[in-house]
């Protein structure tokens, strides 16, 4: 609950928007330390996408009784807007005000649904509404309390490839490995299915510790993230390519030994597993990572796409259900005249 504080802006207005990207993980989040502070169990490592766009608006109202969050032209479900609600009560504390707030949000991928990102969300509504309540706070400060609603959003404040480290309250957060522009990687989402996952990641992250793979998968993931670490460093796909694959497959490894069972993939995730193995050997240098979802991420050079667009054309995957993404940018905020 937000706190009031004595001589704080009571009622605070305020508008502003922001635009935050998506990452994809190469390096993944999955388990937690600290469920209520999202604190992870290990370091990941992402890349922040150009085309998975959220626009948030965000306006704070004294005349508002409650939190009114619009998402994608409806209005979003009482879990939704209450999840909002709460996260906009961390910055409510720091700005000294209970002033509600109006929410309208935007996905730039809404053809894609199963893409529909808490990452880009919860990094847009945190800078949106940190710029609307006037508050001066640095990136790191800003990927801290983005955490707070999504793990993964920390990761979005940030352009380029980023590491969020794990730690404790103060020290999980992100920040970039290496400046923008230092290597033209491209995400090719084939979207095999769009609909809502049945267990989304908030509920998954808790069922990790019941598989058995938990322990091995921590043990390995110090190798994996000096191995894709490097491999941006050195800008060489031989080297963080096999890494994130191997990865991907960790991950899922734990959350189908999970207990319930967390099964995310479908007939067509397989068939794209196998079909990266075929590219390989056609010198088309691909590979795989995945996250809780089915859709296959292809990652590879920008000189390999046509080649690759081409093969996944001939397996009957084009149009709106293959989205290449590059490098993105990190968040930008206007703020607005309320
Ligand atoms: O931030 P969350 O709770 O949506 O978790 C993200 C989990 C994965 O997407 C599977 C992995 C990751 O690191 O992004």
């Not at 922001?18 to 370091?43: C, H, M, Q, S, T």
């Not at 230092?182 to 995400?187: M, P, Q």
């Not at 979207?191 to 990790?208: F, P």
Request: one cysteine or more; proline letters at 5%; aromatic letters at 6%.
């Amino acid at each position: 609950m937000s706190q009031h504080k004595p001589g704080g802006k009571s009622n605070a207005t305020g508008a502003a928007r922001a635009e935050a990207r998506a990452n994809i993980a190469f390096v993944k989040y999955w388990g937690r330390a600290d469920d209520a502070r999202n604190l992870p169990l290990n370091d990941s490592i992402s890349l922040t996408l150009d085309r998975l766009v959220t626009t948030t608006t965000i306006e704070f109202a004294p005349a508002l009784d409650a939190d009114e969050f619009l998402l994608n032209g409806g209005a979003a479900t009482p879990a939704e807007t209450a999840r909002a609600s709460r996260h906009l009560d961390h910055l409510r504390a720091l700005a000294g005000t209970k002033t509600r707030a109006r929410i309208v949000s935007e996905n730039a991928f809404t053809t894609a649904g199963g893409l529909a990102s808490s990452a880009s969300g919860f990094a847009a509504l945190t800078v949106a509404a940190a710029g609307a309540l006037g508050l001066d706070l640095d990136a790191r400060e800003l990927s801290r309390i983005a955490r707070l609603g999504s793990g993964s959003a920390s990761r979005s404040l940030f352009g380029g490839f980023v590491r969020w480290r794990a730690g404790n309250d103060r020290e999980s957060v992100a920040e970039p490995i290496v400046p923008m522009g230092h290597w033209d990687l491209r995400d090719v989402i084939v979207v095999v299915e769009a609909g809502r996952k049945k267990t989304g990641s908030a509920d998954g992250h808790s069922l990790a510790r019941t598989s058995p793979f938990l322990t091995g998968r921590l043990d390995s993931l110090p190798g994996t993230l000096s191995a894709v670490e490097r491999g941006i460093r050195e800008r060489d796909l031989a080297i963080m390519g096999p890494a994130i694959e191997a990865e991907a497959l960790s991950m899922h490894a734990v959350m189908m030994t999970s207990n319930p069972s967390l099964l995310y993939w479908t007939p067509d995730t397989v068939r794209m597993l196998l079909a990266v193995r075929d590219f390989r050997e056609e010198r088309i240098p691909t590979w795989m990572t995945l996250d809780a979802g089915p859709n296959p991420h292809l990652i590879c050079e920008a000189g390999t796409v046509p080649r690759l667009l081409s093969r996944l054309k001939e397996m009957g995957f084009g149009g709106e259900h293959v989205l290449v993404c590059g490098p993105g940018e990190g968040p930008k905020v206007d703020r607005l005249q309320p």
